[in-house]
């Protein structure tokens, strides 16, 4: 059996110093949690992809505070010896520093998370510095950056314009300097990601942003081929298991209705003695 120990943030920068890289995948429950706990996978981030994943949301706007909270609290029960992230959801860090702090804390807090993920670069400095001087770790996420996607002009593969890719490495740089410990580059193309990951110091968590970051991220029900609305290009499916869940479905449902479920021995009888005392 695997034995592990949570990492520090000390230890994923020291993993990135000596070129050594790192997993993450999102959990939102416990029996997947307590998976990735069996498995060298180093972080887990609770994120707001639950909301289309778990929740069926079209997109991961209308994810609250609780939805979080409530997804964290089980996935730390499942997984002691693996570094947790929560994210930040849309509106919990955009009205003020303070309410973002407040939130950030309940994150940690309540949910038992060891770090906070938010979205955003140069718009979200403050928060992110003023978290960091507050003791909460944070993990930034540029990109392609869901949350604001309508801003961006839709779901679309970021830096390849000039002027985006520039902005790109400003933004991870200033992050850096406002105190996140890592970044979340989702939908970036490799050469930028490559540029920014040589640029700073902390770890590049890379989603769809190719070979050439420190960690790589992807959303746990991608991974094992179980959301099957929509598959974005850069996810590799290393199991079917949507279809092996509705063929399991499906034979439990015939074997209900030809009685061969449930068979003798998932049934509780009672002994001889049992029998003559009782009833009858
Ligand atoms: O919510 C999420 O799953 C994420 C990843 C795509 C990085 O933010």
Redesign the pocket.
């Known amino acids: 059996m695997l034995t592990k120990k949570k990492l520090t943030i000390p230890q994923f920068k020291e993993l990135k110093a000596q070129g050594q890289k790192f997993r993450m995948v999102?959990a939102y429950d416990y029996t997947f949690a307590s998976m990735v706990e069996k498995t060298p996978i180093e972080m887990i981030?609770v994120?707001?992809?639950l909301g289309m994943v778990v929740l069926g949301y079209d997109s991961?706007v209308p994810v609250t505070m609780e939805d979080i909270i409530h997804h964290t609290k089980p996935v730390v029960r499942g997984a002691k010896n693996t570094f947790v992230v929560a994210?930040m959801p849309f509106g919990s860090y955009n009205v003020s520093v303070s309410e973002a702090i407040r939130n950030a804390n309940r994150l940690i807090k309540e949910g038992g998370a060891d770090a906070v993920?938010l979205e955003g670069g140069s718009n979200v400095l403050e928060i992110v510095s003023e978290m960091v001087k507050g003791g909460i770790p944070v993990v930034g996420?540029i990109g392609l950056t869901?949350q604001t996607a309508a801003q961006l002009g839709g779901f679309k593969v970021q830096g390849k314009d000039a002027e985006i890719a520039r902005k790109l490495v400003e933004d991870a740089m200033q992050l850096e300097q406002a105190g996140a410990f890592a970044i979340?580059l989702?939908c970036v193309v490799s050469p930028i990601a490559q540029l920014i990951t040589e640029k700073v110091a902390i770890p590049t968590i890379g989603?769809g942003a190719g070979p050439y970051c420190d960690a790589q991220?992807l959303?746990m029900q991608d991974l094992l081929g179980m959301y099957d609305k929509f598959t974005p290009k850069f996810v590799k499916k290393y199991a079917q298991l949507n279809g092996q869940i509705v063929d399991a479905l499906n034979e439990y449902a015939k074997e209900v209705s030809d009685g061969s479920f449930p068979a003798p021995e998932h049934s509780f009888g009672l002994t001889k003695e049992q029998q003559l005392g009782r009833l009858y």
Do not use: A, M, Q, Y
Request: glycine share 6%; proline share 7%; no cysteine.
């Open positions: 999102t981030l994120g707001d992809s991961t994210d993920k996420h869901p979340v989702e989603i991220v959303v």
